[in-house]
């Protein structure tokens, strides 16, 4: 982090009583208070306020704002009460079809989510403790996702797994008959490893390598074996990293939109299709906004964990 | 290359073993790994690759009958794939900018400034990536179609760039709070104005992290196609968007070929800055300090 700190040293001597003239001024906070302020101001006004007028749709406030979605979309349930209705909530929470998604959602993000920390954690691991010329060849390779569109991997993937895909090919020259993954859920726990993997490996591996060399030989010289070595020293140590990449690959998965859109089966799919037929397709916004506070739900579980994370680390320097 | 042998590991500590059928089967499953995930990550990619010079392919082949260059051209000759392209370069170099002016002083004022409600501030930034994007585009549409957004100019850029706030904020909060503060302070008291240690000692040893948040930020909007396609089609069609018909309308070829040009530039881009993405640019920008 800090490699450039030789060079101030023939400056050194001028510090101190140029310093005097310079005071922590308050007027510093307020600037940097405003300077800080647009960023949030776009999130406030374009996540932030949507999200509470959109709340409000879902339970059947349909005034103001939110008129003329109310006019335009179809089977909006209306508010009986002052407080709105839950009659959107309840005609989704009893639909086969919006449970049958739900379910394949939370399945398809855990399965994912675990074979994507595993392979990060293997290629990373594997980069700490051996390294090489094959480490840094598979660690090149965990990356390439990142290079390319999710559109084009998704469409990718699909023909890959196709009835006349490549698999399909090598195994009906060998008269061997390979199942058919396209348009099931397979391919969709495909598509969502494959282009969660890049970020997860940058961040297992970054935080891996941080890992002091020392602390893994002391381990060792007191005795314990390899998987004890990774298990009790090096996992916990790289912990807050590890955990960045669980919960944002999750979260990314969770509220996944192209891979399912083009990999998986019409029904069920995941939440983030349904939501965009529900919308565009079927024009029930209500019901699309219902099944967004279901994905958020989920979703703020995770993000709780991840900010727990941060406030961890936060705490163990000593900067809170 | 395929045996590794793990002298270089450990010290002294551990006897050194010869090939023994243990290591011997170790480097094979890792050579078998290596096999497995080169064709899982780069399969997918070659085998689509050949289909945009493919003509016919009977099935069981593992390549094609004949190879031609006419989907190129079908692709080049097409108007509307045409209009993808430029509203894609319209609107990716565009997303940048107004980001960089929205987000970048405050990635500043992060790393330099304390002051009230800044833990606050950054965990709200992280609230654009905590919630499901679909899951927002649909929340947004009702204040866009109240605020008559949809299918403007204006409305797409919004998603864009909301779509780049994260990386615009927090890749460069972390460049710039590693560049030293005596080294700063050591130009201030030299003479040289606020101002100027800015350009000539901060921004400069800032630059790969604000690159890496350009370079992310500008894939961000050129892939972007959940919340366009919501808030754009079929008024405003962009690569990713026209990528959604193309593949249900045109022969497969097509869409092949256009998958090879919607990914140089997002190639071309990340070779260039390959070198701080993986140097920790990216992963550093994502631990809130």
Known sequence: MTTTLHKPAELEPKVPPARIGRPKRLGQRAVGF?????????????????IVLAFGFSIGLTGGLNHTIATIGQNVHEADAWWGTLAAYQEMFTNKRFLGDLLV????????????????????????????????????????????PVVIASWAILTFYSGTGFLRSVFALFGLDFPVWAFTMVTVIIGSVWTSLPFAVLMVSSGLQSVPNAMIEAARDAGAGSLRTIVSVIVPMAAV???????????????????????????????????????????????????????????????????WANFRSAKEQGKV | MAIITDSRTGPASRTRRPLTLDSMVRSALVVLFV??????????????????????????????????????????????????????????????????????????????????????????????????????????????????????????????????????????AAAFAAVPRNLEEAARDAGAS?????????????????????????????????GTYLVGAPAFMTMPTQMYSLVLNYPTQVAAVFSILLAIPSVALMLAAHKHILGGQLAEGFQIK
């Not at chain 2, 002083?105 to 790393?111: L, N, R």
Request: proline share 6%; hydrophobic share 60%; glycine share 8%.
């Open chain 1, 105 to 148: 959602t939370v399945i398809v993000t855990l399965v994912s989510t675990v074979t994507v920390l595993f392979l990060a954690l293997g290629i990373g691991l594997y980069l700490k403790l051996k390294g090489g010329r094959m480490a840094r060849l598979l660690s090149g390779l965990a990356i390439v996702p990142l290079f390319i």
């Open chain 1, 34 to 50: 405003f300077m800080a302020l647009p960023p949030i101001l776009l999130i406030a006004l374009f996540i932030g306020f949507p």
């Open chain 1, 241 to 307: 990293p590890i955990i960045i990449a669980t919960t944002f690959t999750a979260i990314g998965i969770v509220g996944s939109f192209t891979v399912p859109y083009f990999t998986g089966p019409n029904s069920p799919n995941m939440l983030g299709v349904d939501m965009s037929n529900y919308f565009s397709a079927f024009n029930q916004p209500q019901q699309s906004a219902v099944m967004a506070f279901t994905v958020f739900l989920i979703a703020s579980g995770i993000a709780a964990l991840y900010v």
């Open chain 2, 35 to 172: 096999v497995l995930m080169v064709v899982f990550i780069l399969g997918p990619l070659l085998w689509l690759g050949v289909r945009a010079f493919a003509g016919n392919w009977t099935f069981p082949n593992l390549l094609p009958d004949d190879w031609t260059l006419r989907w190129w051209q079908v692709v080049i000759n097409d108007g509307a794939l045409g209009v993808a392209v430029q509203n894609s370069l319209f609107f990716a170099p565009l997303t940048v900018l107004v980001s960089a002016i929205i987000c970048l002083p405050a990635a500043y004022a992060f790393a330099r400034f304390d002051f009230p409600g800044r833990r606050f501030f950054l965990i709200s930034l992280f609230a654009t990536n905590a919630f499901p994007k679909m899951g927002l585009f649909v929340t947004l549409a009702a204040l866009f179609y109240a605020l008559n957004l949809m299918n403007t100019v204006l409305g797409i850029l919004v998603v864009h760039v909301l779509g780049t706030v994260v990386f615009m904020t927090w890749i460069p």
């Open chain 2, 194 to 226: 606020k101002l100027r240690v800015f350009a000539s000692v901060t921004l400069p040893m800032a630059l790969p992290g604000i690159i890496v948040a350009a370079v992310m930020s500008f894939l961000a909007s050129f892939d972007e196609a959940q």
